[in-house]
Structure formats: structure tokens, C-alpha cells
T-cell receptor, first 113, second 115 residues
Framework: GNSVTQMEGPVTLSEEAFLTINCTYTATGYPSLFWYVQYPGEGLQLLLKATKADDKGSNKGFEATYRKETTSFHLEKGSVQVSDSAVYFCALSGGSGNTPLVFGKGTRLSVIA | EAGVTQSPTHLIKTRGQQATLRCSPISGHTSVYWYQQALGLGLQFLLWYDEGEERNRGNFPPRFSGRQFPNYSSELNVNALELEDSALYLC??????????????FGDGTRLSIL
């Protein structure tokens, strides 16, 4: 079945540091890939998405590239801010038919000033 | 545009009781998904409704059930509540489920606490 593996947290960074959160997946067919962010006490917000190989999703300074050859969708940001502190979830949908989202376990990011 | 709305925000029940959680999707969205976010277990898929029909369910017992109404809103019902049902229940909606690349948009969830 489909699965997502993302790096364990928590991750603590200083403001303006470079962020990478690794995500790899297993899926049949051609899934769509997503990053969601969850701020304290809130639901999930879609951060970015990519629907086919070599697509790059980007939003609010975050980027992730759909790499089929390495089955990866790593999240990056060049300069994090305190306001980026949240839990980040990698997820996939689809593949060999329409399916609900399969999530990684989430990575908690804390950015300190 | 209003987002996905869920009610109630918090719900406190005791073991053996029944709980009903409600979700209103974004206008125009026909698919509604329910997920459970339990501490330490991550996000687990519960149920998927589209055009009033149950399309798929996750690995949860039958006491978790739901329905989708003609206006596409949805209810999640949990019977015979157990302590392990304490979790944040998230509802999401998306456009036509015929395309697997339609992103899901989430509500803020209902926090269910079982005493």
C-alpha cells in the first residue's frame, strides 16, 4: 500500500537558518504529493503541492520538488522565521486510483529568535 | 470564501456514550473526508464521502460511521465511546473526486475527550 516516511522531529533552528525536512514515499502509479502545515490549536493548511514528476511546488518561501527517481518530496526554505514554528506533514494522494490522503507522522519545527 | 467548518470545537463524553461531529465543506466541494489525529498516532484516514455515498473507509471498527447529506455536509458518529477515541477529528473537503490531484482543505477540527 501507499506510505509516507518523513524525518523525525523535533527540529529546532535559529531564525534565518536553512530548513530541510525530508520526505520519501511508496506508491503505485503516479501519486500527487502535498505538504501541509499545522499551527498550534488549528487544523491543517495546504502549504504546497506537486502533481507529477519534476514539478516544483512553492508557497511562502517554501519549496519542494517531486523526484520520482528517488521517490522524494523534501521541503526546503532558505530562511526560516519564528512564525514558521509548526508541525509539517508530508502526504500523498492517488496513484493507482483515487485515494484519501496518506500522511507522514509529522515533523515539529521550532524556530528561535 | 468560507472554509471548512466543524462543530462543535470541543466535545466531552464518557465511556459508552455516543458522539456526533459535524462538518460543512467549502461551497462547491462534493467530497468530504474524516481523519483522526490521536496523540502519538499521527493522522489516520477514517471515512470518505462523495455525492452522498461512502467511497472508502479506513481501518476503524464499525462503531465509527457517518453520512453525507444532500447539501454535502457530513456527520461522523462514534458509538460506544472508548478512552482511546480521545483525539482531534479533522474534516476535509475537495472538489470532484474524479481527479486524484485535487487538494483537500481542512477544518480546525473537533477535539473529542473521553472521560
Amino acid at each position: 500500500g501507499n506510505s509516507v516516511t518523513q524525518m523525525e522531529g523535533p527540529v529546532t533552528l535559529s531564525e534565518e537558518a536553512f530548513l530541510t525536512i525530508n520526505c520519501t514515499y511508496t506508491a503505485t502509479g503516479y501519486p500527487s504529493l502535498f505538504w501541509y502545515v499545522q499551527y498550534p490549536g488549528e487544523g491543517l493548511q495546504l502549504l504546497l503541492k506537486a502533481t507529477k514528476a519534476d514539478d516544483k511546488g512553492s508557497n511562502k518561501g517554501f519549496e519542494a520538488t517531486y523526484r520520482k527517481e528517488t521517490t522524494s518530496f523534501h521541503l526546503e526554505k532558505g530562511s526560516v522565521q519564528v512564525s514558521d514554528s509548526a508541525v509539517y506533514f508530508c502526504a500523498l494522494s492517488g496513484g493507482s486510483g483515487n485515494t484519501p490522503l496518506v500522511f507522514g507522522k509529522g515533523t515539529r519545527l521550532s524556530v528561535i529568535a | 470564501e468560507a472554509g471548512v467548518t466543524q462543530s462543535p470545537t470541543h466535545l466531552i463524553k464518557t465511556r459508552g456514550q455516543q458522539a456526533t461531529l459535524r462538518c460543512s465543506p467549502i461551497s462547491g466541494h462534493t467530497s468530504v473526508y474524516w481523519y483522526q489525529q490521536a496523540l502519538g498516532l499521527g493522522l489516520q484516514f477514517l471515512l470518505w464521502y462523495d455525492e452522498g455515498e461512502e467511497r472508502n473507509r479506513g481501518n476503524f471498527p464499525p462503531r465509527f460511521s457517518g453520512r453525507q447529506f444532500p447539501n454535502y455536509s457530513s456527520e461522523l458518529n462514534v458509538n460506544a465511546l472508548e478512552l482511546e477515541d480521545s483525539a482531534l477529528y479533522l474534516c476535509a473537503s475537495s472538489l470532484d473526486s474524479g481527479y486524484s490531484n485535487q487538494p483537500q482543505h481542512f477544518g480546525d477540527g473537533t477535539r473529542l475527550s473521553i472521560l
